[in-house]
């Protein structure tokens, strides 16, 4: 089955200690991304990667980092992570600009 | 700076209605877009996708139209059913390089058994 999978999917954590969220897709998709949803302010993208090597930033980077060593694979890394951070986060990929974006489960995280 | 907006927040219907929700972008130059289902506390579902040179796309009983040069889309639901329930999101893919959606703020639906 095609799909884009998240771990972990709940998250309770401290300001402060590392964490990374995973995400793989299994479409071969060359194209990657990061958005948190929060309420009132929507969803908003964090990183983004073309292809393995090749990431860049959203539009809300700030706390945050990616890496994409392999084609499946995006995880997000939060170094210090603090309670602003606190938000529903989902991964989504896509062929190409032409073709959707699917989207993971989501992994809800709360800074304390 | 692109600016999607969905309208109305919220709506309530009886079983069995044909609706209408309605998204509007300010930005006339997109690649595509996409219209999602949202329920509470979970992913978002990919119902629709029309690309900028498309006028409507349909699955099942949902329909999606765009009109481009006047910067709406709307996705019609033929006879709603409770399952129907949930956050509708669109969401416009811009000419700019990240390929980043940009969604609106969404139109939450209630169908009444």
């Known amino acids: 089955e095609a799909q884009v999978t998240q771990n972990p999917r709940y998250l309770i954590t401290v300001t402060g200690k590392k964490l990374t969220v995973t995400c793989s897709q299994n479409?071969?998709?060359?194209?990657m991304s990061w958005y948190r949803q929060d309420p009132g302010l929507g969803l908003r993208q964090i990183y983004y990667?073309?292809?393995?090597?090749?990431?860049d930033k959203g539009d809300v980077p700030e706390g945050y980092k990616v890496s994409r060593k392999e084609k499946r694979n995006f995880p997000l890394i939060l170094e210090s992570p603090s309670p602003n951070q606190t938000s529903l986060y989902f991964c989504?990929?896509?062929?190409?600009?032409?073709?959707?974006?699917?989207f993971g489960p989501g992994t809800r995280l709360t800074v304390t | 700076k692109q600016e999607v907006t969905q309208i109305p927040a919220a709506l309530s219907v009886p079983e069995g209605e044909n609706l209408v929700l309605n998204c509007s972008f300010t930005?006339?130059?997109?690649?595509?877009l996409q219209w999602f289902r949202q329920d509470p506390g979970k992913g978002l579902t990919s119902l629709l996708l029309?690309?900028?040179?498309?006028r409507e796309q349909t699955s099942g009983r949902l329909n999606a139209s765009l009109d481009k040069s006047s910067g709406r889309s709307t996705l019609y639901i033929a006879a709603s059913q409770p399952g129907d329930s949930a956050t509708y999101l669109c969401?416009?893919?811009?000419?700019?390089?990240?390929?980043?959606?940009?969604f609106g703020s969404g139109t939450r639906l209630l169908v009444r058994p």
């Open positions: 989504a990929s896509s062929l190409s600009r032409l073709y959707e974006q699917y």
């Open positions: 479409m071969n998709h060359e194209y």
């Open positions: 990667s073309m292809n393995v090597e090749v990431t």
């Open positions: 930005d006339s130059a997109i690649y595509n």
């Open positions: 029309i690309q900028s040179s498309q």
């Open positions: 969401a416009v893919r811009g000419m700019d390089s990240s390929y980043k959606l940009i």
